[in-house]
C-alpha cells in the first residue's frame, strides 16, 4: 500500500529529479535524487546519488588497499 502525500493528502506517482545540493559548512556540492509528489510538487524525500557514493566508496576502498600493501 502506497502513503499519502503530506500536504495534499493524494496517493502520488513518485517524480523522481535529479540535482546538486549544496553543503552550507565546505561549500562543496554533492549529487541527490529529490523524490516529488506529482500533484503537488512538494518534496517527499532526499537521497544521495547511488552511483556516486559507490564511486566514494571505490576511492576509499583504494586508498586503504594501497595503504596495506606498503607495510
Given amino acids: ?5 503530506p500536504k ?3 496517493t502520488p506517482n513518485i517524480v523522481v529529479d535529479t ?3 549544496r553543503d552550507e559548512s565546505s561549500q562543496r ?4 535524487f529529490l523524490f516529488l509528489c506529482d500533484r ?3 518534496i517527499l524525500s532526499v537521497a ?3 552511483e556516486w557514493q559507490a564511486q566514494v566508496v571505490a576511492r576509499q576502498l583504494r586508498t586503504v588497499d594501497r595503504g596495506s600493501t606498503s607495510n
Fill in 8 to 10: 495534499c493528502e493524494a
Fill in 40 to 42: 503537488c510538487n512538494t
Fill in 19 to 21: 540535482l546538486r545540493a
Fill in 48 to 50: 544521495l546519488d547511488p
Fill in 1 to 5: 500500500m502506497l502513503g499519502k502525500c
Fill in 29 to 32: 556540492t554533492l549529487p541527490v
